[in-house]
T-cell receptor, first 113, second 114 residues
Framework: EAAVTQSPRSKVAVTGGKVTLSCHQT?????MYWYRQDTGHGLRLIHY???????EKGDIPDGYKASRPSQENFSLILELASLSQTAVYFC????????????FGSGTRLLVI | GDSVIQMQGQVTLSENDFLFINCTYS??????LFWYVQYSGEGPQLLLQ?????NKGSSRGFEATYDKGTTSFHLQKTSVQEIDSAVYYC?????????????FGAGTRLKVIA
């Protein structure tokens, strides 16, 4: 079954430390996305990619980097984690961008202390 | 730019009550509209997609309609059950942003009491 798998499921990080969130999809989709979810804000787009070795900024990219080394894998990197980055992060994939439906992973709950 | 407004942050209903969630959108093109549902501990999943104004989509007892005249789209269910407790997101394809992404509403948390 096609899927989007995120790791880790949860993580506690220290302020100023580096955090890498990983995402792997078996959907053969070109588009991949990273969203963060906060109460009252819904889902906000951080970075996305439509082809391997290329990433694009979303609506809230500050403090985050992304990497797409292959079609299947997409990582989100917090070089210097901050308290404000405590949130739930979702990875998603889609076949053709905004007009197609998204397949989301189960999320990574990140707590920065 | 494109935007979606979902005003109802939380809705509490009893079983067999009628559910109605409304979103309004702003865009200059012809968007595709979506409803996603997120159960506790999971990622959002597609519930319904509506691509043509004034048409309806239906799934799992839910029905979605999209009114281009009032630039609004609705999700409704005649008789909710406790298992429908979840967060519901409306979303619109980004017509003016190259269709690369959605614009999401803020989400409506539905709690159904048995």
């Amino acid at each position: 079954e096609a899927a989007v798998t995120q790791s880790p499921r949860s993580k506690v990080a220290v302020t100023g430390g580096k955090v890498t969130l990983s995402c792997h999809q078996t959907n053969n989709h070109d588009y991949m996305y990273w969203y963060r979810q906060d109460t009252g804000h819904g889902l906000r787009l951080i970075h996305y990619s439509y082809v391997a070795d290329s990433t694009e900024k979303g609506d809230i990219p500050d403090g985050y980097k992304a990497s797409r080394p292959s079609q299947e894998n997409f990582s989100l990197i917090l070089e210097l984690a901050s308290l404000s980055q405590t949130a739930v992060y979702f990875c998603a994939s889609s076949e053709t961008g905004g007009n197609s439906d998204y397949t989301f992973g189960s999320g990574t709950r990140l707590l920065v202390i | 730019g494109d935007s979606v407004i979902q005003m109802q942050g939380q809705v509490t209903l009893s079983e067999n009550d009628f559910l109605f969630i409304n979103c309004t959108y702003s865009t200059t093109g012809y968007p595709t509209l979506f409803w996603y549902v997120q159960y506790s501990g999971e990622g959002p999943q597609l519930l319904l997609q509506v691509t043509t104004a004034n048409n309806k989509g239906s799934s799992r007892g839910f029905e979605a309609t999209y009114d281009k005249g009032t630039t609004s789209f609705h999700l409704q269910k005649t008789s909710v059950q406790e298992i429908d407790s979840a967060v519901y997101y409306c979303a619109m394809s980004g017509v003016n942003t190259g269709n690369y992404k959605y614009v999401f509403g803020a989400g409506t948390r539905l709690k159904v009491i048995a």
